[in-house]
């Protein structure tokens, strides 16, 4: 590093954290509604809203938002794919025309004519897990539920994906075993900031390559990925597929990482495997800046949700040109971004980074969804999605427009602290998660069903009271 760069970032570590309070005289209206609204979410169109505005040929919405008839659109023309894509898309169109083959009916005798068309394809069922960090407390809780609910049984998925947060919580919920989602979901409810990362000394900033180290997190994702998991999702390697997704940092672009094909090749060893599973869900949650890159054949990866926060639709498309596809998104978090009076406590670097940080990984969530969404308005196909926006209590003194009541899940609920990881608010998310996880009817966000939009009546799940594990 030259003397400039270094005199340049030793200036900024002196001045992050050192900017005055915001004026109470330039606090406008946002930063005094907060005293009332607490940190509930300023109106902003909703993604229902979004998806149908999306559809061009769509005719208004019905009052009571019922279903809305859509064209179906021909899916868009398939990226150029890398030697790594090339392979995802072959292996999962391969074993959809396999599954195909292995559920179609016997022909009928030569002398019987046929009376009624065949039945349609089993369609391809995907999973895609959300980027979203502490909020991943929610999936694991919700897709732990959903395993238990005999009335909507959750499907051995034949797809499962994950970014960023989703990336841990993809090959336990692959696998479907129950203690290891009741690990998962104990894992998550007690996190703290601690138990992911540790803060770097003044002096070592100026050769790292992040803010934070995250052994922490390495260490536990070391301890769910064990040699017995590794050997069971080898074993899946022939039928269903499980990736993840990490951002090559030299090309700028999203990479798959299929883990069930490291499980089972033939060239490693154990350990080697594991390192490099490891190294792919490590890369795909190392926040920038936050956490450092990973090296990954010489190439340097960060954060999936840099790019997409879900599974990135195109690819699927491309893969499952003229297949029946079925989509599930689980989102770690609430769609939404809360308001803020920006640089009350101190208005810097920081706390502007911050901000703009939030609002720009909202739209990046809201983005990535509304596109992935994208694939129910092919005829035949389903899309649905489900978050944690009706377990939040924002706060709020008075209620706000357009807002449903506040729900179990206290923001800030560990004692109004600011950590990234809240053991007390990841506890209530996992507890309301699983609980909506075991809900008849559950109460999915949105559906698009060969292009019908509908959004169900939300009924909050009954009160449950979260366990340390």
Same mark, same amino acid.
């Given at each position: ?17 050192? &900017?005055?309070?915001?004026?109470e ?8 509604? /907060?005293?009332?609204? &607490? ?35 021909p ?16 292996? /999962? ?11 179609? #009916? ?29 909020? %991943?407390?929610?999936?694991? &809780? ?11 049984p ?21 696998? &479907? ?19 992911v ?12 390559t ?5 052994? #922490? ?11 017995e ?15 993840? $997704?990490?951002? *090559? ?13 490291i ?116 005829? %035949? ?6 978050d ?15 807002m ?12 109004? *602290?600011?950590? $990234? ?7 209530c998310?996992?507890?309301?998660g699983?609980?909506? %996880? ?9 559906t ?11 009924? #909050? ?9």
């Open positions: 590093m030259s003397v400039g760069r270094i005199a340049i970032v030793a200036m900024a570590l002196m001045l992050v954290g050192c &900017g005055s309070p915001r004026p005289s330039l606090q406008g209206e946002v930063c005094k509604s /907060i005293a009332t609204a &607490g940190h509930s979410p300023y109106p902003w169109p909703d993604i229902y809203q979004s998806v149908i505005d999306a559809q061009a040929q769509l005719p208004p919405v019905p009052p009571g938002g019922g279903p809305v008839a859509a064209a179906p659109a899916p868009p023309p398939p990226p150029p794919a890398t030697p790594r894509t090339a392979a995802f898309r072959d292996k /999962i169109a391969a074993q959809a025309d396999a599954r195909q083959r292995a559920l179609a #009916p016997a022909p009928p005798p030569m002398v019987a004519p046929r009376l009624t068309a065949p039945p349609p394809p089993p369609p391809t069922r995907i999973l895609s897990v959300s980027a979203g960090g502490a909020w %991943g407390a929610f999936s694991a &809780g919700f897709l732990e539920g959903w395993g238990e609910n005999g009335a909507e959750r499907p051995k998925f034949d797809v499962v994906t994950g970014v960023s947060t989703g990336s841990m919580v993809a090959p336990v919920i692959f696998l &479907g075993d129950a203690k290891r989602m009741a690990k998962l979901r104990e894992m998550y409810s007690n996190l703290s900031n601690k138990d990362f540790t803060s770097r000394g003044a002096l070592s900033l100026l050769t790292a992040s803010l934070y180290d995250n052994a #922490p997190l390495r260490r536990k994702v070391e301890e769910i990925l064990d040699e998991m590794v050997e069971a999702i080898a074993a899946e390697n022939a039928t269903r597929t499980l990736a993840v $997704m990490a951002t *090559n940092l030299d090309s700028g672009v999203p990479e798959v990482f299929d883990l069930t094909a499980a089972a090749r033939q060239d490693m060893t154990m350990a080697q495997k594991r390192q490099r599973m490891v190294a792919a869900i490590m890369a795909s949650a190392a926040l920038p800046i936050g956490f450092p890159p990973e090296f990954i054949d010489n190439n340097l990866y960060v954060d999936g949700g840099v790019r997409l926060h879900v599974f990135f639709t195109r690819e699927l498309q491309a893969a499952l040109q003229g297949r029946r596809l079925d989509v599930t998104i689980v989102v770690s978090g609430d769609m939404k971004v809360g308001r803020d009076c920006t640089g009350k406590d101190g208005l810097d670097l920081l706390s502007i980074a911050g901000r703009t940080a939030s609002i720009a990984i909202d739209q990046l969530l809201r983005s990535s969804v509304e596109s992935l969404l994208t694939v129910g308005r092919q005829r %035949g196909n389903v899309a649905r999605y489900i944690a926006a009706s377990l939040i209590d924002y706060g709020a003194k008075v209620p706000q427009p357009g449903p009541p506040p729900g179990p899940c206290r923001i800030g609920g560990g004692g109004g *602290n600011d950590d $990234m990881f809240d053991p007390v608010f990841q506890r998310l996992a507890a309301q699983a609980a909506m %996880g075991r809900s008849a009817p559950i109460p999915w966000r949105l698009v069903d060969s292009g019908r939009v509908a959004r169900p009546i939300v009924v #909050p799940p009954a009160p449950v009271t979260p366990t340390s594990g």
